[in-house]
C-alpha cells in the first residue's frame, strides 16, 4: 500500500524537488507519493506582508481541498516563511487549522525546521537565507522560540520566490559558505522555493556538518506524520539516522 504525503507549495519555483525526493525514497524501497499542489499567490515577493498574504487560511482551505483528492495521510504546508512570519504560536494554529480541515495530521516547513533541529540534537545553528533581511529575521525569532539559537544569519536579499528558484549549484554552495560560523552545528536554508535536494550529499561533505532545506525538512515531517520512517543517505544527515 502506497502512503501519500501531500504537498500545498505556493506558486512555481522549485517544487519539482519532491519529484527528486520521492524517486531517493521509491529507490530505497519506500511504498511513498508525494504530490504537489499548488497554492493560490497574489505575489511572491519575499516580504512580511507578502508572505503573510501567502499562508493566510483561505487559500490554503482552497489548496487543501485540491490536494484531498489524492486522500493523504498527513499534510504539509510546503512554505518557510508562510509560517514562521505569523511566530511560533501563530504557525501552529495555521496547521492546526489544517488538520482540523483535513482531519489529518499536518504540519509546515517552518515547524519542520524545529523539529528536524530537535531530532538531530541541534541547539546552535547558521542560517543561509535568500529573503532579505527584514524577512529572513523573522525565522531568527521563530527559532529562537523553537529553543534554537541562530550563531550567524546571512540574508541575500533575493526579492522573490522566482529569483530564488534559479539559483544554480555554484550560487548556492557561495551562499552556504558565506553563512556558515565555526559554532554552528548545522547550516539551516529555509526556502522551499530554492533547489536543494540534489545537492544536500555535497553541501554536507563540503561543510562538514549536518545541512537542513526547506524542502528536505518538509518531506521528513511528513513522513513522521504519517507513520513512515526511511533511512535515505541521499537526502542528508536528517533522513541518515
Not at 519529484?19 to 504530490?35: D, F, N, Q
Request: hydrophobic share 50%.
Amino acid at each position: 500500500m502506497t502512503t501519500t504525503v501531500a504537498m500545498l507549495y505556493p506558486g512555481h519555483a522549485a517544487e519539482d524537488d519532491y519529484t527528486l525526493i520521492e524517486s531517493a525514497l521509491v529507490a530505497s524501497g519506500a511504498a511513498v507519493r508525494l504530490p504537489v499542489t499548488i497554492t493560490e499567490i497574489e505575489s511572491d515577493d519575499h516580504t512580511v506582508d507578502a508572505m503573510a498574504a501567502v499562508g493566510e487560511q483561505e487559500r490554503l482551505a482552497e489548496g487543501l481541498r485540491r490536494a484531498q483528492v489524492d486522500e493523504p495521510a498527513s499534510v504539509m504546508w510546503a512554505c518557510t516563511s508562510g509560517s514562521f512570519v505569523y511566530g511560533l504560536d501563530g504557525a501552529r494554529r495555521q496547521v492546526a487549522d489544517i488538520a482540523v480541515l483535513a482531519d489529518r495530521p499536518a504540519s509546515s516547513t517552518s515547524l519542520a525546521f524545529v523539529e528536524a533541529c530537535h531530532h538531530l540534537g541541534l541547539s546552535r545553528v547558521a542560517i543561509a537565507a535568500t529573503y532579505p533581511a527584514p524577512l529572513a529575521s523573522r525565522f531568527i525569532g521563530f527559532l529562537g522560540d523553537g529553543g534554537i539559537e541562530a550563531v550567524s544569519l546571512r540574508a541575500n536579499d533575493i526579492e522573490t520566490a522566482s529569483e530564488a528558484g534559479i539559483l544554480d549549484g555554484d550560487g548556492l554552495f557561495d551562499m552556504i559558505a558565506a553563512a556558515d560560523h565555526p559554532d554552528a552545528e548545522a547550516i539551516l536554508i529555509p526556502d522551499t522555493a530554492l533547489h536543494t535536494a540534489m545537492w544536500i550529499i555535497g553541501l554536507e561533505e563540503k561543510f562538514a556538518k549536518p545541512v537542513l532545506t526547506a524542502n528536505q525538512v518538509t518531506a521528513w515531517q511528513g513522513l513522521r506524520l504519517a507513520g513512515i520512517s526511511a533511512v535515505i543517505t541521499e537526502l542528508g544527515t536528517l533522513f541518515a539516522r
